[in-house]
């Protein structure tokens, strides 16, 4: 048991079905499907959690949250005049929680928000983990498994991505302090260390050139943002048959000042910078 949770038989039964070897309808997978999903909910358990300077992924989590969609059968459920079809129940005791959700915010079983956090009309999907005292606001949406951290901004129409397939796959992780301006996009399992700023419109896939623009030379890495990093939305060029154009890339212009504390909003941290906004 750990903490006070049969980890590993639980484990060893949700592989042994995602692979096929026990049928779903056997009672040891669907409770420990079950059992799996209700602590994801609690917040007992999470998809990923940091290991020294990095993050370690339960793939086994992800499979269980595969394997739930498949035992569910589909129902209503009416929330007022609205009424949905589907196979994941809503979060429950959201007052007991001490979180608020701003009508039609929408946050799903399975996925846990801690004390503080402030769901606007936005989404937060199956196995994602919001930080206390973080915001999401109108229209942003927290992908599945996605991991975002404490006293974080997610910004209107923020699109955080999801991933359940292949399992083990890093999801997307924001980590504190961190706050991301409108209408940006972060997927593929793209880490935002502490502290970073990432301006409106900014994409960032595994793929995406992030440029630091700091020093006398260009230096491009792709997939982690670095701690405090002010990024904002650029082109680089690229030759094609056809010519050369511009493909997007991510401009990292800075550091975060120790004077830009969280409460400090984006456009004086771009301020900052002398960047325009």
């Not at 917040?43 to 949250?65: K, S």
């Not at 949905?84 to 001490?98: F, M, Q, T």
């Not at 009508?103 to 199956?126: C, D, H, T």
């Given at each position: 048991m750990t903490g006070g949770y049969p980890i590993d038989r639980w484990r060893d039964t949700i592989a042994a079905a995602y692979a096929g070897a026990q049928p779903l309808d056997a009672p040891a997978v669907r409770g420990a499907v079950e059992g799996a999903m209700a602590a994801l909910d609690?917040?007992?358990?999470?998809?990923?959690?940091?290991?020294?300077?990095?993050?370690?992924?339960?793939?086994?989590?992800?499979?269980?949250?595969?394997l739930y969609f498949r035992i569910r059968v589909s129902a209503t459920i009416e929330v007022g005049p609205f009424?949905?079809?589907?196979?994941?129940?809503?979060?429950?005791?959201?007052?007991?929680?001490?979180?608020?959700?701003?009508?039609?915010?929408?946050?799903?079983?399975?996925?846990?928000?801690?004390?503080?956090?402030?769901?606007?009309?936005?989404?937060?999907?199956?196995?994602?983990?919001v930080g206390e005292g973080s915001m999401v606001d109108t229209w942003a949406t927290v992908g599945s498994c996605a991991q975002i951290g404490r006293r974080v901004h997610l910004s209107g129409g923020v699109g955080i991505g999801g991933v359940l397939e292949p399992p083990q796959a890093q999801p997307v992780i924001v980590e504190d302090d961190c706050f991301i301006g409108s209408r940006a996009i972060v997927v593929e399992g793209v880490r935002v260390r502490r502290g970073a700023v990432l301006g409106a419109g900014v994409v960032l896939t595994a793929s995406t050139p992030i440029v630091d623009v700091t020093g006398t030379e260009p230096v491009i890495t792709r997939g982690v943002v670095p701690e405090r990093a002010v990024v904002i939305p650029g082109s680089i060029p690229k030759r094609f048959p056809a010519g050369e154009f511009g493909t997007p890339c991510a401009l990292l212009i800075g550091q975060r000042k120790d004077s830009t504390d969280v409460k400090t909003s984006l456009n004086q941290a771009l301020r900052e910078h002398g960047v325009a906004v």
């Open positions: 609690s917040g007992d358990l999470r998809i990923a959690e940091p290991e020294g300077d990095g993050w370690i992924t339960h793939g086994w989590l992800q499979q269980a949250i595969s009424e949905y079809c589907d196979k994941i129940p809503l979060k429950r005791n959201l007052e007991a929680a001490g979180v608020r959700v701003v009508p039609p915010g929408v946050a799903r079983y399975s996925s846990f928000l801690e004390r503080g956090v402030i769901l606007m009309p936005g989404f937060v999907n199956v196995g994602a983990r």
